[in-house]
Structures are given as structure tokens and as C-alpha cells.
Nanobody
Framework: QVRLLESGGATVQAGDSLTLSCAAS????????LAWFRQAPGEERNFVAA????????EYADSVKGRATISRDNDKKTVYLQMNNLKPEDTAVYYC????????????????????WGQGTQVTVSS
């Protein structure tokens, strides 16, 4: 079983950049597709970005496309989310999620597709 622990959340100014990290424990990290979701107060948990098992495929929500980059380091068992030009509407708790998949599986963007979650890290963007 993979366990996930996010870090890197902070309070930043609009226009700043931030990189979130999600470190995994367990022996099956390389078999997991990974994703980032976020949840603002009073809102549903929304998809941000996802990456395939080998890092070859990625997908982004329209709201962050062009400003976010998801990457993974299987040797370090860590997935990253770099976000540039942050906006106040990016304020949310950011969650890392994992799902065991076959190598050729398409990227999933629904929260219900992911079975393992971290505890979240707060990102606050002030204007």
C-alpha cells in the first residue's frame, strides 16, 4: 500500500511560483499513476494535473494549463506540481492521489478513480 505525504504549501503573492511535493512510501510507487487535486472552502475536490506511471503522459485542468507542470521521480518516489503565475483563485488545499494502473492505462481525472490520498497542503495566494 502506498502512503502519500504532501509538502510545500505556503502563502504567496499573486504572480509568484510554488512547487508542491508529494513523497510516497511503499514498494509499488512505480506502478501508480499520480495526480494532484485541490479543494477550496465550500467547493468540491477538483482535478488539477495527472501523470502516468512512467511520466510519459500528463494532463492538466484548463484552469492551470500553461501555468502548471506535473513531474515525478520514481527513484525518489516523489511527484511534484510546479505552478507559476499563481492567482488568488488557486487558493485551496492541494491533495496528492495515487491509483495502481497498467502501463498503458489512460490518465484518469476523476477523484473517484484514485484510491490513495495524502492529507493535503494549503496554498494561499493573496492579491
Amino acid at each position: 500500500q502506498v502512503r502519500l505525504l504532501e509538502s510545500g504549501g505556503a502563502t504567496v503573492q499573486a504572480g509568484d511560483s510554488l512547487t508542491l511535493s508529494c513523497a510516497a512510501s511503499g514498494r509499488t510507487f512505480e506502478r501508480q499513476a499520480l495526480a494532484w487535486f485541490r479543494q477550496a472552502p465550500g467547493e468540491e475536490r477538483n482535478f488539477v494535473a495527472a501523470i502516468s506511471r512512467n511520466g510519459g503522459n500528463t494532463e492538466y485542468a484548463d484552469s492551470v494549463k500553461g501555468r502548471a507542470t506535473i513531474s515525478r521521480d520514481n527513484d525518489k518516489k516523489t511527484v511534484y506540481l510546479q505552478m507559476n503565475n499563481l492567482k488568488p483563485e488557486d487558493t485551496a488545499v492541494y491533495y496528492c492521489a495515487a491509483r495502481a494502473t497498467i502501463l498503458t492505462a489512460p490518465i484518469a481525472t476523476a477523484a473517484s478513480d484514485y484510491g490513495v490520498w495524502g492529507q493535503g497542503t494549503q496554498v494561499t495566494v493573496s492579491s
